[in-house]
């Protein structure tokens, strides 16, 4: 399955950004998908994750409460809705597909070329 990712841009502190991953090519609905990001210098990391139902999601701690991850397999799409942007969440975010789970420490085999958010403080 190829993914592309799109929705970063520019938002002020507090503020609020989708994300959204587009798949093609592969059946959608048997991959769990996780997001993933990573800020200059430093190593990415895992943001959240969904079940290939979209039955069940799992976060990193510093976005609990804050991230939302959905998924709509009719369109094939994965989401990450972003609220109460801190500029630490400033970072490249890259959508991902794994056949095996959705938590940070599963394969993912497939993945989008990534999108930009920046943060204003």
């Known amino acids: 399955v190829q993914l592309q990712a799109s929705g970063g841009g520019l938002v002020q502190a507090g503020g609020s950004l989708r994300l959204s991953c587009a798949a093609s090519?592969?059946?959608?609905?048997?991959?769990?998908m996780g997001w993933f990001r990573q800020a200059p210098g430093k190593e990415r990391e895992f943001v959240g994750g969904?079940?290939?139902?979209?039955?069940?999601?799992y976060y990193a701690d510093s976005v609990k409460g804050r991230f939302t991850i959905s998924r709509d397999n009719a369109k094939k799409t994965v989401y990450l809705q972003m609220n109460s942007l801190k500029p630490e969440d400033a970072a490249v975010y890259y959508c991902?597909?794994?056949?095996?789970?959705?938590?940070?420490?599963?394969?993912?085999?497939?993945w989008g070329q990534g999108t930009q958010v920046t943060v204003s403080s």
């Open positions: 969904i079940s290939w139902s979209g039955d069940s999601t």
């Open positions: 090519g592969g059946t959608f609905r048997s991959y769990n």
């Open positions: 991902a597909a794994s056949r095996s789970g959705y938590g940070p420490n599963w394969r993912y085999d497939n």
